[in-house]
T-cell receptor, first 109, second 112 residues
Framework: AQRVTQPEKLLSVFKGAPVELKCNYS??????LFWYVQYSRQRLQLLLRHISRESIKGFTADLNKGETSFHLKKPFAQEEDSAMYYCALITGGGNKLTFGTGTQLKVEL | DAGITQSPRYKITETGRQVTLMCHQT?????MFWYRQDLGHGLRLIYY???????DKGEVPDGYVVSRSKTENFPLTLESATRSQTSVYFC???????????FGSGTQLSVL
């Protein structure tokens, strides 16, 4: 089955500490993966996608096919990073986006 | 983005009633999606549409009906609402799933 697993429901870190939000996937073939973010009182929005290999708001994510992972990382957490983060995988022959259960990141001062 | 709008923003209904959630986008995106967001389940796909008059089931389609007679509209109907359908519903659109999905602001539905 094609699925995305985010093992942590809640991740709490202190400001300035490194952040790693875990994402594992199950997919036969070349996966296309994304991170979406939902800030408080804002719409869900794309944070980054692995094809573009860009860094957004200091976040990066590397696709590790051996470990079937796409963890989201940031070296120094900021208060404004507090949000719900969703990992997502293209499935259904490229016609749909399947999301994980999400991780709530809380950055404490 | 104001280009995709959902209505109503909040809805309270009773079990057994029919409810329709509206979604409208102004970009002429080919793809449109309906997701529900629940604690512990994240975002789950209900239905999606690759073009006008083409719709397909997602993970949790039971109890829902969609139509897409026009590219810009993708209404979601709960034929006979149940309490388990209490959720936040998000509509999204994109030119392709591999491109950025644009989400609406959501409809919070309570079924009493």
């Amino acid at each position: 089955a094609q699925r995305v697993t985010q093992p942590e429901k809640l991740l709490s870190v202190f400001k300035g500490a490194p952040v790693e939000l875990k994402c594992n996937y199950s997919y036969s073939g070349s996966p296309e993966l994304f991170w979406y973010v939902q800030y408080s009182r804002q719409r869900l929005q794309l944070l980054l996608r692995h094809i573009s290999r860009e860094s957004i708001k200091g976040f990066t994510a590397d696709l590790n096919k051996g470990e079937t992972s796409f963890h989201l990382k940031k070296p120094f957490a900021q208060e404004e990073d507090s949000a719900m983060y969703y990992c997502a995988l293209i499935t259904g022959g490229g016609n749909k986006l399947t999301f994980g259960t999400g991780t709530q990141l809380k950055v404490e001062l | 983005d104001a280009g995709i709008t959902q209505s109503p923003r909040y809805k309270i209904t009773e079990t057994g009633r029919q409810v329709t959630l509206m979604c409208h986008q102004t970009w002429s995106h080919s793809y449109m999606f309906w997701y529900r967001q629940d604690l512990g389940h994240g975002l789950r796909l209900i239905y999606y549409s690759a073009a006008a008059d083409i719709t397909d089931k997602g993970e949790v389609p039971d109890g829902y009906v969609v139509s897409r007679s026009k590219t810009e509209n993708f209404p979601l109907t709960l034929e006979s609402a149940t309490r388990s359908q209490t959720s936040v519903y998000f509509c999204a659109s994109s030119e392709s799933p591999v491109e950025k999905l644009f989400f609406g602001s959501g409809t919070q539905l309570s079924v009493l």
